[in-house]
């Protein structure tokens, strides 16, 4: 399919490249700039929701772009996870009965998101125009961190019961729940390293601060897993120093931290205090019950690992995708684990699949930029179903675009 190819609608010649820019637009604005739309409780819809039918249309019209072959591993790696995980699902949903309520939508909302990845991939000659529209809705995010700081502004994250609960932190628009935001401004994060800019330190310092005053401790931890790849990467040029010193790096940050709570004792957070005083206490609160949040998580993930009607060898093969929501019966998430959930729904063999997809990049890309990016998804996955949710999936997506563009770029050039 050639990119100057052109749609008839109307006897109006329309081409298909501006066809794709106004797909990719809306989808990048369902990640930084459009909230979801709640209809009842917990049930809502956001607007890639909307977009599905588009997505397929388009990637009918792309799929035979010869581009896309030059990152065959990673399209492969995640065919044969997607294919994995429908052969499952579909065994499951006739021969067990597990249902197909949540299974079929969330499977679908999967393969919009790595198709949307292809569409982006496949049209790199518009990647300027990308780049522009991302790096604005980025730059339109960095001023509502501004105004909540300055304002003290706190958004309503969640509605449980018909009760709607304030944010510990700052939120970004899109999302005002901690995790999710932190997830849009550590993506943001790694896309402002990625790119070629003009006062990229300042960026990277507004974006580690936005992610830091989410008060969400999976993406802080992921965060300073960032820089603390970022500086390793910049002192030391060897792959294996770098793995060696990052576990030193971690080892020492955690120790630190550890003896700072237990030795420090700070005040609450107050609601009155300034923004620059309650976000560094709401941070330190949180991190101070860490062990009450495990304790937690540990007991949800017995509860769902032990669940009475699984055999053995159901944890290598999985229940089938969705699994987890039909436990729970509810759309939302709830088992607070990547590796919990994948580990029933697809069993060791699609959760080994599913992050070798994720990290099939390597291949293509310096190593120090896969441990920028893999290695806090690693970490975040423990306590986060972050592969499961819309924004964390379609920002990681994003990134990797990032990251395979502007490698090629620098290969161009030389």
Not at 333 to 362: K, P, T
Request: proline share 4%; charged share 15%.
């Amino acid at each position: 399919m050639r990119d100057d190819a052109r749609l008839d609608f109307k006897n109006k010649a329309i081409s298909l490249d501006s066809v794709v820019y106004f797909y990719t637009l809306l989808f990048i604005a369902s990640i930084f700039l459009t909230p979801k739309i709640y209809l009842t409780g917990n049930l809502g819809f956001k607007l890639d929701d909307l977009l599905f039918p588009f997505t397929i249309i388009i990637f009918i019209l792309k799929i035979h772009d010869i581009r896309l072959i030059r990152y065959k591993l990673i399209i492969n790696a995640f065919l044969i996870y997607l294919f994995y995980t429908f052969f499952v699902t579909s065994i499951m949903i006739f021969f067990w009965d597990t249902g197909y309520k949540y299974s079929v939508p969330i499977f679908l909302k999967e393969l919009q998101f790595f198709a949307t990845f292809l569409i982006i991939l496949a049209s790199e000659n518009q990647f300027k125009k990308f780049d522009k529209m991302v790096w604005f809705m980025i730059l339109v995010n960095i001023a509502w961190v501004l105004f909540q700081i300055t304002t003290g502004y706190r958004a309503k994250f969640s509605q449980i019961a018909g009760e709607e609960r304030l944010a510990y932190g700052i939120g970004a628009l899109s999302e005002s729940s901690p995790a999710s935001a932190g997830i849009i401004f550590l993506c943001s994060f790694w896309i402002c390293y990625l790119r070629p800019m003009k006062n990229k330190i300042l960026f990277l310092i507004i974006l580690f601060f936005s992610t830091l005053f989410t008060i969400s401790r999976t993406t802080i931890l992921g965060i300073f897993i960032s820089v603390g790849i970022i500086y390793l990467s910049k002192v030391i040029n060897r792959p294996k120093r770098i793995i060696a010193s990052l576990i030193s790096f971690i080892f020492i940050f955690s120790l630190g931290l550890l003896i700072f709570f237990q030795k420090v004792q700070l005040p609450p957070p107050n609601p009155e205090q300034p923004s620059f005083i309650r976000y560094p206490l709401s941070i330190y609160e949180r991190f101070n019950r860490f062990d009450h949040a495990t304790n937690l998580r540990s007991t949800r993930w017995e509860d769902f690992l032990s669940q009475g009607t699984l055999e053995p060898l159901q944890f290598v093969t999985g229940m089938g995708k969705a699994y987890g929501n039909k436990v729970q019966n509810r759309w939302t998430m709830g088992m607070d684990s990547q590796f919990i959930r994948d580990l029933l729904e697809v069993g060791l063999i699609g959760l080994i699949l599913h992050y070798f997809a994720w990290m099939s990049f390597i291949f293509y890309v310096p190593t120090a930029t896969v441990f920028l990016i893999f290695l806090p998804i690693l970490s975040m996955s423990t306590t986060h179903e972050i592969l499961t949710l819309s924004k964390s999936v379609s920002g990681f997506y994003i990134v990797i675009v990032y990251a395979l563009y502007y490698k090629r770029a620098s290969i161009t050039k030389k």
